[in-house]
C-alpha cells in the first residue's frame, strides 16, 4: 500500500458540465479578489508539503527519479514559487501608472489594470510533471483566473497525486483536473478557453494551435527543443564535459532544455571524452544502471523511439551505449557523428543521447547551429568571452547559458520560454502572474476639463487643427537621411534658436548632465 491514488480517466461526455461550472465561477467574480487567490495559493503550498512522500513515489514509479531530482525540481520548485508569488503578488497585481504619457495626456490618469484573462486550460508535459503543470497553474491562480489542468497521461502516478492535490486543497468550483490522453484533450479543446496554456512536443503544439485559432483563443506553447551546445579550441574542457553531463543526465535527460548535440572544434574532441569519461565515473562511481540517482526513460514506447535514433546513427559510440528494456535504462550515451542528417542530430532525443559533431572552427559552428535549428529553446557555448558573445550575437533561442548546460532555465523567477518554433510566450516568476494577465489601459476624463476639450469636436477648423498640432506633434531627432541630430541643431528645430546661442545652450545642457552623472 503506498497511499497513491490510481490514475483515472476522466469521463468524457462529463467534461463541457465541468468546463461550464469552471467558467461560471469566474464570472462569480470570486477570483478576483486578492485575497481569495492568497488563500487559494497558500492551500496549494500546505497541500504540496503535506503530500510532498507521495509526490516522490510518484516520479520514482513514473520516471524511476531519484528523491533528490523530485524534491529539486518538482516539490521545493513549486512551494519555493509559491511563496515567491504570495509574497509578491500584491504588487504584481496594483494598478500600474502607465509610462511614456505626454504632459497633456497626465489628465485623464493613464493606468494600467491588472484583469485575469478568464478561465484557462493547461495542458501539462510527462517529464516533469508536477512543476510543468503546477507552474502554470500557480500563475493562473495568481492572476484571478479558474483554471483546468490536464496533466500528462504519460506520468500517471504524478497526474493522480496531483488530483489529489488540488481537490483537497482548492475550491473545487475554480479549479479542477481533467485526466486523459488525447480523447480527453480533444474535448476540452472543443471547449471555448479564455487561454490554453500547452507545454509538450511541437506536433501536438500545432494542433492546439489549430484549434485555438478557430475561437481566436489566446495561446502560450513551451514546445521542444533541438537544442546545439558549442565548445571551441579556447574552452575548458573539464568545465564543459562536467556541466554538459550534468544537463543530460537530470531526469535522464528527458529536459526540453538540454543540448540535443554538440558541435566541438575538432582539436578539442580528445580532451572532451577524456573529460567526460571521468565525469561519468564521478558521477556514477558502480555505473548509471546501479545509481539511485539516475532516472529511467518514462515508457516502453520513448524507450524504442530512442533505441531506434541509436541503432539507426551512423556515428561511433564512444562512451557508454548500454540500454536495459526491462528497466527502461538508458546508459548516459556520447556518439560522434559526422553528419547533420545522422538520426542523433536530425530530431529532438529527449534522452540520455549525447552526439557530439566535429567542426572546424566557430563559423562552421554557427552556420550549423542556424541550420539544424533557427530558434532552438536554448544555446549553450563554451569559449572566451568573445566567442560566447559571438554566438550570441549570431543565432537566435528562447534562452541562453554561456558557458553551461541550462543554467539559465534552474533560475526559478527568470522568465522562460521558446521564441520560433520552439514555442511562444514566457511564465516564472512575474512572468507567471502576466502570461494569464490582461494588461487594461483605462482613462477618466474628468468633467471639469471638457471646455479643454472643445477643439476636439466638430466643426473642424483650421484654427483646431493647428492648435492641436501645437500641443501634440512631436519634434524629430533624425534627419532625412536617417542620423540622429546633435543636441544644436535639435534646439534649433525645437526653439528656433540661431547660429552660436544654440551651441552655448546645448554645452551648458551637455555640462550639466555630465557633473550630475559624476555625482
Ligand atoms: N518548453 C518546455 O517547457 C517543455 C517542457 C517539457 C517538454 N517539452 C517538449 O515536450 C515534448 C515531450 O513531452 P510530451 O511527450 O509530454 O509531449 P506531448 O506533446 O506528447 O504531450 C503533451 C500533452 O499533450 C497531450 N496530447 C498528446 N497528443 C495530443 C493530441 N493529438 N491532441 C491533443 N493533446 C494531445 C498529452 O496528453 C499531454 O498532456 C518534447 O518535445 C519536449 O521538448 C517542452
Ligand atoms: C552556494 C554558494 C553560491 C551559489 C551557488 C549556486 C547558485 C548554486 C546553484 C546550484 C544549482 C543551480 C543547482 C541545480 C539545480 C537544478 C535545478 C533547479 C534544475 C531545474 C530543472 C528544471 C527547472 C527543468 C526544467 C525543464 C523544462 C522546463 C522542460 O523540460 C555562490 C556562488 C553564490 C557563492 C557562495 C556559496
Not at 473545487?172 to 488525447?182: K, N
Not at 558549442?230 to 537530470?250: E, G, N, S, Y
Not at 559533431?357 to 568573445?386: M, R, S, W
Request: aromatic share 8%.
Amino acid at each position: 500500500m503506498s497511499g497513491l491514488p490510481p490514475f483515472e480517466h476522466t469521463p468524457i461526455d462529463t467534461i463541457p458540465t465541468t468546463v461550464n461550472s469552471i467558467q461560471a465561477s469566474f464570472l462569480s467574480h470570486k477570483t478576483r479578489q486578492l485575497d481569495f487567490r492568497l488563500v487559494q495559493l497558500r492551500k496549494l503550498y500546505w497541500g504540496l508539503k503535506d503530500n510532498k512522500d507521495l509526490i516522490i513515489e510518484a516520479c520514482k514509479r513514473d520516471l524511476g527519479k531519484s528523491t533528490f531530482e523530485t524534491y529539486l525540481t518538482e516539490v521545493s520548485w513549486c512551494m519555493n514559487d509559491i511563496v515567491f508569488m504570495s509574497k509578491n503578488l500584491a504588487r504584481f497585481a496594483k494598478d500600474e501608472p502607465a509610462e511614456d504619457i505626454a504632459l497633456t495626456n497626465k489628465f485623464f490618469g493613464p493606468r494600467i489594470r491588472k484583469d485575469p484573462l478568464g478561465t484557462v486550460l493547461i495542458i501539462g508535459a510527462y517529464n516533469f510533471p508536477i512543476q510543468l503543470s503546477l507552474g502554470p497553474l500557480i500563475g493562473a491562480i495568481s492572476a484571478g483566473c479558474t483554471a483546468v489542468l490536464k496533466p500528462s497521461e504519460s506520468s500517471p502516478n504524478a497526474a493522480a497525486i496531483m488530483q489529489k492535490i488540488i481537490a483537497e486543497s482548492l475550491d473545487p468550483s475554480c479549479f479542477t483536473v481533467i485526466q486523459g490522453a488525447i480523447p480527453e484533450t480533444t474535448a476540452l479543446l472543443d471547449q471555448k478557453w479564455d487561454k490554453i496554456f500547452y507545454t509538450g512536443s511541437a506536433t501536438v503544439g500545432t494542433i492546439i494551435a489549430k484549434k485555438a485559432a478557430e475561437t481566436l483563443t489566446p495561446i502560450t506553447l513551451e514546445l521542444g527543443g533541438r537544442n546545439p551546445a558549442i565548445i571551441t579550441k579556447h574552452a575548458d574542457p573539464k568545465l564543459a564535459a562536467r556541466r554538459l553531463l550534468w544537463a543530460k543526465t537530470l531526469n535522464a535527460g528527458q529536459v526540453c532544455v538540454s543540448q540535443n548535440f554538440t558541435l566541438i572544434d575538432k582539436e578539442m574532441v580528445p580532451a572532451f571524452l577524456k573529460e567526460m569519461k571521468i565525469s561519468l565515473q564521478e558521477f556514477y562511481p558502480q555505473g548509471a544502471q546501479k545509481s539511485p540517482d539516475y532516472g529511467r526513460i518514462v515508457n516502453l514506447k520513448q524507450f524504442q523511439r530512442l533505441k531506434k535514433m541509436l541503432d539507426e546513427s551512423r556515428g561511433k559510440i564512444v562512451l557508454g551505449g548500454t540500454m536495459d528494456e526491462s528497466d527502461l535504462f538508458i546508459e548516459p550515451t556520447v556518439v560522434q557523428v559526422d553528419s547533420l542528417s545522422d538520426s542523433l542530430v536530425a530530431e529532438e532525443s529527449f534522452g540520455p543521447l549525447m552526439p557530439i559533431l566535429p567542426v572546424t572552427d566557430l563559423g562552421e559552428a554557427i552556420k550549423i547551429a542556424n541550420q539544424v535549428h533557427e530558434t532552438p529553446l536554448g544555446i549553450y557555448p563554451f569559449g572566451n568571452q568573445q566567442e560566447m558573445e559571438k554566438v550570441l550575437s549570431q543565432t537566435r533561442s528562447g534562452g541562453a547559458s554561456l558557458n553551461d548546460g541550462f543554467f539559465h532555465a534552474s533560475i526559478p523567477t527568470l522568465p522562460f520560454g521558446g521564441v520560433g518554433s520552439s514555442g511562444q510566450g514566457a511564465y516564472r516568476g512575474k512572468a507567471s502572474f502576466e502570461v494569464f494577465t490582461h494588461r487594461r489601459s483605462i482613462t477618466k476624463t474628468p468633467a471639469w476639463i471638457e471646455g479643454m476639450l472643445d477643439i476636439r469636436y466638430p466643426p473642424y477648423t483650421l484654427k483646431k487643427q493647428q492648435k492641436f498640432a501645437g500641443m501634440n506633434d512631436l519634434k524629430p531627432d533624425f534627419d532625412r537621411e536617417g542620423r540622429t541630430i546633435g543636441w544644436v541643431a535639435w534646439l534649433r528645430g525645437l526653439f528656433g534658436m540661431k547660429g552660436l546661442a544654440a551651441v552655448l545652450v546645448a554645452a551648458g545642457i551637455k555640462l550639466y548632465l555630465q557633473r550630475r552623472s559624476k555625482l
